[in-house]
């Protein structure tokens, strides 16, 4: 088993032969698809979704409609391989993978919500979620919460009550790529002292969880 923090949103899930990347977007190194068994995608946004990574690979894609759509304009040839999912659904991908939400949190009320889909995925005896851009509870208890610790969409308060309200014994960071060094820290900070007995840390761009 192992799992890698990549650039940005993106993470990388191997186990018992099978390469699950969720989120491999423009921020996110080319090399993360490398061997990639499938793809799960979030939404539309552009630090979740590059079509130049989906090209490097060709695993099967696994997203929402609105991603799908999107993909057929920029490459019919990739959108043959993807699979469109639903709230709630369960499906394998290789690992037993559950969809959770469908909307995208609020930016702000005067653009249109986006539609999101988180993912959570069972690795043996590991659950990981990833919530994308939302702060939807993954429906069930989960180890370790990849944790989206900013965005235009959120203030750390709000951060903090959703891994709060998951309580997964752990939160690794995740949409980070918008922060500097200083940003880091701050947040950072504040998420170890705040999400009570979640422990939090946060994994350079290509660094493994130690599990």
Same mark, same amino acid.
């Given at each position: 088993?192992?799992? @890698? ?8 899930i ?5 390469v ?13 698809v490398?061997?990639?068994?499938a793809v ?7 630090d ?7 090209? *490097? @690979?060709?695993?099967?894609?696994? @997203?929402?409609? *609105? ?15 993807? @699979? ?5 659904e ?14 995208? *949190?609020?930016?702000?009320?005067d ?6 889909s988180?993912?959570?995925v069972?690795?043996? $005896?590991?659950?990981?979620?990833? +919530?994308?851009? $939302? ?11 990849l ?17 709060? $309200? ?22 950072g ?9 979640? *422990?939090?840390?946060?994994?350079? +761009?290509?660094?493994?969880l $130690?599990?």
């Amino acid at each position: 088993m192992r799992i @890698t923090k990549f650039g940005h949103a993106c993470v990388r899930i191997e186990h018992d032969g099978q390469v699950v990347v969720i989120d491999p977007g423009a921020f996110t190194e080319r090399e993360a698809v490398d061997g990639a068994t499938a793809v799960l995608v979030t939404h539309e946004h552009a630090d979740h979704l590059h079509v130049d990574h989906l090209r *490097a @690979t060709d695993a099967p894609v696994f @997203t929402i409609e *609105a991603v799908r759509a999107q993909i057929a304009e920029a490459d019919r040839g990739v959108a043959e391989r993807v @699979t469109v999912v639903s709230p709630g659904e369960q499906l394998d991908v290789g690992l037993p993978v559950t969809a959770v939400g469908e909307l995208h *949190a609020v930016i702000h009320e005067d653009l249109p919500r986006v539609h999101n889909s988180g993912y959570v995925v069972d690795v043996g $005896s590991l659950r990981v979620y990833h +919530p994308g851009d $939302s702060l939807t509870p993954p429906g069930g208890p989960v180890d370790v919460l990849l944790l989206p610790v900013h965005a235009p969409w959120s203030k750390i308060s709000e951060v903090i009550d959703f891994g709060r $309200s998951v309580g997964a014994p752990r939160a690794v960071a995740v949409h980070d790529g918008l922060l500097n060094d200083t940003g880091l820290g701050v947040v950072g900070r504040n998420l170890e002292l705040l999400l009570g007995e979640t *422990a939090y840390e946060r994994l350079q +761009p290509g660094t493994d969880l $130690s599990l």
